[in-house]
């Protein structure tokens, strides 16, 4: 098995035998090398006495000549059982007496050598030179085994080796408590993840048992647990509310679609299916313009690339195709999906079939247009006989005809202006308004709007300031129809009569226009919607004003075809100021 793959509690335990066993050689081996060492430094102090004695004991026996003496003195050596052969030169360096008398000469060297002791291989020798006084009378040779050092060394290494064995086996005995400090924390960590990763149990904890780097680690574990914990806890309900949502989505009336950035559809509910015809798997992966006829394709790729810059794109009437190619009137509510970050990574579309409330709004625009129609010409014959007779009452002098019929007249002509309102409502429906451009003095249309208004509305005082000299290219007639409107509205809802006041005022190449009236005022969430069609405020105070909600709607059309767009400043009881500007020609 690799040493890597070996469990920590073996492992550790090899370490400190091994660190230890280590340590134990090394130092018996220097203590042995130190015996060594010192073992021979006694034996040549031993050797070199015993041959000082001899050497001593040899000078008469070398003075005499007498080598039967000297072999006597040198048979003395027997007593040492290391010195394995002895030898007396005499002065001339010839071998005088041998030991053992057996050995035979060539054992000894030929003559003597440099004067000491020295270890020649297995052997420790020596020549000592035997003196007489200052006379050197020869020398003694003298040669010594070393089977004491080795006797020694041996005993020493039989005593090292039953040590080691004892201290290698305490050693193993205190390496078992030790290692567990270390790997107890680790095992239970180690146990404590199993159960984590095979029982996907997050609320098991590893058990804390000191505060050094391994209580450390512990504490991050059991960290570390408790945040999977919380986040598990996270998932789970995101994945629940998730489920929620997607039972919403599917429940839902409206067709949902979810569709990236580049315009791929992502998901694709039940109820889309029943709009668009097309079930989820054939048209999850297509682009979204499978639905989108040819000449919107370019609007569809606005919002897109709108959608990618971040542009927040809300709420629109539409058409999409189905999948057997007819054509569906849609309500369309687009709102972009983000991520965690905040970055937009897709939108949501919500879809609603609007076609047969089209269809509805179309037959109601077409009652309208025929009515209206209808209306005008006898409208049109009975203002031209009040004309007559009011012609008539003049030169008559009869006062009483006289007003009656201006009455009459003013009724018609409000009459005029609201059944103008209705065609004007239909043409634009259906896209048959169109503007005729004409460079023109603004003064003497205001004057002539404005002298209408007073004449049919004696009560109220309203002024016009500023306008004169200033010529604007635009269609004449649908300027006019704005500032009756407006100037009609202005009266409509002021009911204590009160100023109003027509104001141009120039600004930037362009010339502003606002109608100022003191009247009753429109809360903030209304001045949202008082250009949507058929839209009217509702409350106690304007529900004996009549009206369709379209005068608003008309003027903002106008403008918009005008490339302007009409402003409201207005507070509730203090008056308001319609305004719209127009480029000065
Ligand atoms: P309406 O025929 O109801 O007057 P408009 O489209 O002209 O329709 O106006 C929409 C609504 O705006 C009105 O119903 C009225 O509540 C409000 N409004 C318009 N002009 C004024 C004004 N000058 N002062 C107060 N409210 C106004």
């Given at each position: 098995m690799n040493y890597k793959d070996i469990p920590i509690r073996r492992k550790l335990m090899g370490a400190i035998m091994f660190i230890t066993s280590v340590v134990l050689l090394v130092m018996c081996g220097v203590y042995m090398l130190f015996e060594y060492s010192s073992y021979k430094n006694t034996l040549k102090s031993n050797v070199s006495a015993l041959g000082a004695v001899i050497a001593t004991n040899s000078t008469a026996a070398l003075a005499f000549q007498s080598s039967a003496d000297a072999a006597e003195i040198l048979n003395?050596?027997?007593?040492?059982?290391?010195?394995v052969a002895a030898c007396l030169y005499d002065a001339d360096g010839r071998l005088f007496a041998t030991y053992p008398a057996s050995l035979a000469v060539k054992d000894f060297p030929a003559t003597p050598q440099k004067d000491g002791y020295r270890f020649e291989g297995e052997y420790l020798i020596g020549f000592q030179p035997v003196f007489e006084k200052e006379t050197v009378l020869g020398t003694l040779y003298i040669k010594s085994e070393m089977t004491v050092i080795y006797d020694q060394l041996t005993s020493f290494l039989l005593i090292a080796l039953i040590m080691l064995s004892l201290l290698l086996l305490v050693a193993y005995v205190l390496s078992l408590q030790v290692q567990k400090i270390i790997s107890q924390p680790i095992l239970s960590l180690k146990s404590t993840a199993t159960v984590v990763s095979e029982m996907?149990?997050?609320s098991v904890r590893a058990v804390k048992t000191s505060n050094d780097e391994l209580g450390a680690l512990t504490g991050a574990f059991n960290k570390m647990l408790d945040q999977i914990e919380v986040q598990n806890m996270e998932i789970k309900d995101a994945a629940a509310e998730n489920s929620k949502l997607a039972a919403i989505v599917d429940s839902s009336n409206d067709a949902i679609i979810g569709m990236t950035l580049d315009g791929v559809i992502s998901s694709w509910n039940d109820a889309a299916t029943q709009l668009f015809k097309y079930q989820a798997d054939e048209i999850i992966g297509q682009s979204i313009m499978t639905l989108v006829p040819a000449e919107l394709q370019d609007e569809e790729r606005r919002i897109l690339s709108g959608l990618r810059k971040g542009e927040h794109i809300s709420h629109f009437e539409t058409r999409r195709l189905r999948k057997d190619g007819k054509l569906r009137d849609i309500s369309l509510t687009i709102s972009p999906v983000k991520d965690s970050h905040g970055n937009i990574t897709g939108s949501s579309k919500i879809a609603r079939d609007i076609s047969e409330k089209k269809l509805e709004e179309q037959r109601k625009n077409d009652f309208i247009a025929m009515v209206s129609h209808e209306l005008k010409t006898p409208l049109t014959s009975i203002r031209s006989y009040i004309q007559v007779l009011l012609a008539k009452a003049k030169t008559e002098d009869d006062s009483f005809k006289l007003s009656a019929l201006t009455r009459a007249d003013a009724q018609s002509k409000k009459m005029t202006t609201m059944i103008n309102d209705f065609l004007n409502l239909t043409r634009l429906e259906e896209g048959k308004i169109h503007i005729t451009k004409e460079v023109f003095e603004l003064h003497p249309l205001i004057a002539e709007v404005a002298g209408d208004a007073q004449f049919l509305n004696a009560s109220h005082n309203i002024k016009f300031e500023g306008c004169e000299g200033i010529n604007i290219d635009a269609d004449k007639d649908k300027i006019g129809q704005v500032l009756i409107n407006l100037l009609s509205n202005a009266v409509k809802y002021s009911p204590n009569n009160g100023l109003i006041t027509i104001n141009c005022q120039v600004i930037d190449g362009r010339v502003k226009v606002s109608v100022k009236d003191h009247g009753i005022g429109i809360g903030k969430e209304d001045q949202k919607k008082l250009f949507d069609r058929f839209y009217r405020v509702e409350n106690a105070k304007v529900k004996t004003v009549s009206g369709f909600g379209i005068g608003l709607y008309l003027v903002s059309e106008i403008l918009r075809y005008h490339d302007s767009k009409m402003e409201v400043e207005s507070k509730e009881g203090s008056g308001s100021t319609f305004s719209f500007s127009l480029p000065i020609k």
């Open positions: 003395a050596l027997k007593a040492n059982k290391n010195i996907n149990d997050y």
